[in-house]
């Protein structure tokens, strides 16, 4: 590389966005399951146009591109959309970028100085029939299902949503959370919120975490909710001194609060723990005064810096599991390891989410290289503790894999993995179906995209 130009590694490669909105119908290799009829949804940053300060771009601020994968009688067909948010129509309208990255003053033009600069990159949920693309620090944003056309914000959640709801398989209701709420950035203000199963938003609360954080996702179980508050601290003093807004600060240490989902927010009890960084839990449960989450845990923050500005240390995650003990005096956090290999995106049979699971997935990376390319899936069966895992070609990475049950009725983890894997060497990607419990066979069918699609954050699938 040229030592006075720096390429940002999140406008290249596999990182770099598609700037096309496209329909195709894919040519498959193998035999989709004629069951298997749905659409796996898909979403990551792609930003619209060249970002106005390419060198200090972070991968999580470009806008969100859905890309949706429609399966019916073993065809599938491929869409691509654009959610045009106002920050995307704004843009559009002037023909380049006008937000600072991460929303930056510094480098934000006057001509969006006011407006609403939300991407809507981070997740993509169905409940109660309503498509919604999520980020942090804004409201759900409403996509229509099947043309993937921008509806608007859901203004009926009243302020931000993270990108990680969990929707309860028994009773319907999608609980949620929201961090950084109030009138200043970086607060440690946090909300709780419940959405019937019928799409009415029916609860929403406002409590202070020990301190600001970002916090990615949460833990919920049938009967409690656990905020995940780690030293991943969001400053607005430091903000305001040029450094990171957010910073790994392992001193304050790793705080979880646990409160019953039909209590209010004055009960939470914080439960503590040496400092870690956590994404993505895999699932939670509880049993008597037990709750037990499995969580992919990192011992520091990967890809974000430290407090006085200076690079992060690169990390990987593995699966453990914690457990609070809500009968003891103690608030400490039980952990113990229950994988020991890197990994990241797990996800469990949504039919037992918030229920005891036995089947776990995940994208893993056998190398250990510590970065984001996982070019592996593991299947773990945690009642036998047997583990397999699918490694790709060298180069390649999939997506985060998502489980499909074969019926309605089928046997928790009895059914299919989806998943969408980058070909480097063709620099091409495949939509990908695997049997849930033979992942080491490899892909039962691929259905090939004649294009990339870059990498991106999470996907769900829904029945159709
Ligand atoms: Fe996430």
Redesign the pocket.
Known sequence: MDGNVRINPYLSGNFAPVRSEDDFELSVVGEIPADLRGALLRIGPNPQFEPRDPEHHHWFGGDGMVHGFYVEDGKVHYRNRYVRTPKWELEHEHGRALFGSMGDPRTTDPLAVGNEGGVAN??IVCHAGRLMALEEAHPPFVMDLKSLESKGYARDYQGRVT??PKIDPTTGEMVWFAYGVGEMPLSAGMSYGVTAADGTVVRRQEFQAPFASMV??FMTTQNHVLFPVLPLTGSLERAMKGLPPFAWEPDKGAYVGVMRRDADVSTIRWFNAPACYV??PLNSWEEGDKLFCDVMRYDVAPLFPKADGSPGDKAAARLVRWTFDLASNSDAIKEEPLDDLDGE?PRVDPRVETLKHRHGWYAADPSGSKTVRLNSIAHLDLATGKRQVFELDAGDATSEPVFVPRSADAAEGDGWITAVIYRAGEDRSDFAVFEGQDIARGPIAVAKVPRRVPFG??GNWVGM
């Open positions: 981070t997740n990108a990680h990615h996702d994404f993505h995106f954050f999470h």
